[in-house]
């Protein structure tokens, strides 16, 4: 399956964005979906994942209350609606798909998309 982002810029702190990262040449309904993080001199880690029917989510805790991670199964497509953006969130973020929930190494990785959160 591969995977395209978007909708990294540029932002206030305090501010919102929401990214996009659809899906082609699998079957989307076959995958979880997550998206991460590397920030820069960092290691990557985990943001949050949704299942394939989205139905359950899950959100690493310095996220959790800001960031919302939905799909929309009909067009192949994940998003990660985050708000009240603090400059620590600034970073490359990648989504990722799996035939389950992985927290840490899924099997297939798009493209990143750098969010940048000025103070």
């Known amino acids: 399956v591969q995977l395209q982002a978007s909708g990294g810029g540029l932002v206030q702190a305090g501010g919102s964005l929401r990214l996009s990262c659809a899906a082609s040449g699998g079957t989307f309904t076959s995958y979880a979906m997550g998206w991460f993080r590397q920030a820069p001199g960092k290691e990557r880690e985990f943001v949050a994942a949704?299942?394939?029917?989205?139905?359950?989510?899950y959100y690493a805790d310095s996220v959790k209350g800001r960031f919302t991670i939905s799909r929309d199964n009909a067009k192949n497509t994940v998003y990660l609606q985050m708000n009240s953006l603090k400059p620590e969130d600034t970073a490359v973020y990648y989504c990722?798909?799996?035939?389950?929930?992985?927290?840490?190494?899924?099997?297939?990785w798009g493209q990143g998309t750098q969010v940048t959160v000025s103070s």
């Open positions: 949704i299942t394939w029917s989205g139905r359950s989510t």
């Open positions: 990722a798909a799996d035939k389950r929930v992985v927290t840490t190494t899924p099997q297939y």
